[in-house]
């Protein structure tokens, strides 16, 4: 009797102690496989501005993140859903030599390595002034060669397709790299497939995307307020469609003078709320942190403030752009270096395409301010009226800011001077090329053709009419005028 009470409490006994091993193994296993999946890996932020802008994180890695295995290789297990040859290069991303990743993607280890983007993908421009020349790339400027629409649809499109399954990538990511046990085992059972559900997630939020009757937006475009319309305030489909130009977000501080709003339209009140809203869209979700968050808007508000325009890049002729000035002062100062600048203007003033300004309502910006608010994110916001026209743009750094108009529909400044008819109808957009003479990029050739994307001005959105000021100036005066923008 003694004895086997003995032996059923030294049973208990070693039993309690494998439950006790158990549950320390448990919670190592637990704590683990939290550090290898959700554990934040934080770096110091980047202390040289351009290069913070360029390829710093803005938080977007947690929920807008992808798996960098899963982003490494499906343009090589999906060339056939690229615009063209080359991988990633051929969304016409801004891509230094020698770096890992293209400007505006950012790496960040969360538990495992993720990517993502920030302002710099669509905000970097590029140019050639030669063609045997590495493109110059500058920041923040408009990133006219992003086929954004086409990257959007690249993702999803893979997801979509059957070979998108952990047997392929495993496969596909064993050609570069030899992941770990738990890598291997992570990968496959849970990063893969979580990734596909996600990306299948966003069809729906896509579906203007993928809507036929619209055209494509083509190279440097965005249906920006379409995008925060859908994905922010979750509003249902309309048939609005109004994609623009990404526009060159130097010199902010400009917007200080009082009675300027921002974006083409005029949407938004102040760059705070700018930056707020787009780094909100690059997330997809509210901020971790907010103090971090808000850290960050703060930052690029500040360099994007004090950022100058860049300078032409060609020799000017100082005589000719002092008769321009006149030119300037003469036509054009009065909308474009006065109190109406960066201020709201009926359309009727330009009578320009006016698509984009039928893509966003007041109640889209009562929706959206509110959305914002309940992410206890303070800001002036968004302006709750109608949208009138677009505003007068400020013009410094005019010259790396081709194509011209809110939507790109005229290839040069000189095209610009030209009466809306003989504006070019067809043309080619997102080739780097510079042209001088005509001041834009080169918009049509063989190159253009094979690198660009063709624009149509007889399609929606994209008409290239109005804003005839200057159009009947006598040749020399046009050319006086050219000679001065290149200087702003
Ligand atoms: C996916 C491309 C994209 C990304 C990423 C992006 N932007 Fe933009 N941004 C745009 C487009 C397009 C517009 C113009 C929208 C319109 O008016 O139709 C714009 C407008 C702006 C403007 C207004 C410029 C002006 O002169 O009125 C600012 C400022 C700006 N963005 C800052 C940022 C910042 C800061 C970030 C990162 C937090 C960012 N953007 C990320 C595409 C982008
Ligand atoms: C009555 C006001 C007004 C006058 C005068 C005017 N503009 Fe404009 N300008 C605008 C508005 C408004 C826009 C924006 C239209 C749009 O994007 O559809 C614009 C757009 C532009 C753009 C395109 C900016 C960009 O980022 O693509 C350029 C360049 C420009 N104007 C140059 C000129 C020149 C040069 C003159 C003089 C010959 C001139 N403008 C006269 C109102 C004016």
């Not at 059972?189 to 993928?210: G, H, M, N, S, V």
């Amino acid at each position: 009797m003694a004895d086997d009470a003995r032996k059923t409490s030294g049973f208990w006994r070693r039993l309690k102690w494998i439950g006790l091993g158990l549950l320390v193994f448990g919670l190592v296993a637990g704590a683990y496989g939290y550090y290898r999946l959700m554990y934040e890996h934080r770096e110091p932020l980047i202390s040289d501005p351009d290069e913070r802008f360029k390829y710093g994180s803005i938080g977007a890695e947690h929920d807008a993140g992808i798996p960098y295995w899963i982003f490494y290789v499906l343009p090589r297990m999906f060339p056939e859903k690229l615009p063209g040859p080359n991988g990633l290069a051929s969304f016409g991303v801004a891509w230094e030599q020698g770096r890992e990743l293209p400007i505006g993607f950012t790496k960040k280890k969360i538990g495992f390595d993720r990517v993502a983007n920030n302002c710099a993908s669509c905000h970097t421009s590029s140019y050639r002034t030669k063609v045997d020349e590495n493109p110059s790339f500058v920041v923040p400027g408009a990133n006219h060669r992003l086929d954004l629409q086409a990257f959007f649809r690249f993702l999803v499109d893979a997801a979509k397709d059957p070979r998108f399954n952990a047997d392929n990538l495993m496969r596909e990511i064993a050609t570069v790299t030899e992941l770990d046990w738990f890598d291997r085992l992570a990968y496959r059972f849970l990063i893969i497939p979580i990734t596909k559900k996600r990306l299948l997630e966003r069809e729906a939020q896509f579906a203007w995307i993928y809507h036929e009757p619209f055209p494509q937006w083509g190279r440097g475009r965005d249906d920006a307020m379409n995008l925060t319309k859908y994905f922010m305030i979750g509003a249902p489909m309309d048939n609005s469609f109004g994609p623009t130009d990404m526009p060159a977000i130097w010199n902010l501080k400009k917007y200080d003078a009082p009675g300027t709003t921002m974006n083409w339209a005029g949407d938004s009140h102040d760059a705070y709320s700018v930056i707020i809203d787009s780094a909100l869209g690059l997330l997809g979700a509210a901020p971790k942190d907010s103090d971090e968050f808000l850290g960050h808007v703060i930052w690029l508000q500040d360099y994007l403030g004090q950022k100058p325009p860049p300078k032409y890049p060609f020799a000017i002729d100082a005589a000719l752009a002092d008769a321009g000035k006149a030119v300037f002062d003469a036509n054009c100062a009065s909308c474009h270096a006065s109190d109406k600048t960066g201020r709201r203007m009926a359309l009727a003033a330009v009578a320009t395409d006016g698509e984009r300004i039928a893509t966003w309502t007041k109640a889209n910006a009562i929706a959206a301010n509110k959305a914002v608010q309940e992410f206890g994110i303070e800001r002036k916001g968004l302006v709750e009226a109608p949208l009138e026209g677009y505003n007068p743009p400020f013009l410094d750094g005019i010259w790396l800011r081709a194509p011209y108009l809110h939507h790109g529909a005229v290839p040069t400044l000189r095209d610009l001077l030209t009466p809306p008819a003989e504006r070019p109808k067809v043309f080619w957009r997102g080739y780097d090329l510079y042209d001088p003479v005509n001041v834009g990029f080169v918009s049509d050739g063989a190159e253009a053709q094979r690198v660009g994307s063709k624009f149509d001005v007889s399609e929606r959105a994209s008409g290239n009419q109005g804003h005839e000021f200057g159009t009947t100036l006598p040749p020399g005066e046009k050319d006086a005028l050219l000679e001065y923008l290149k200087t702003l």
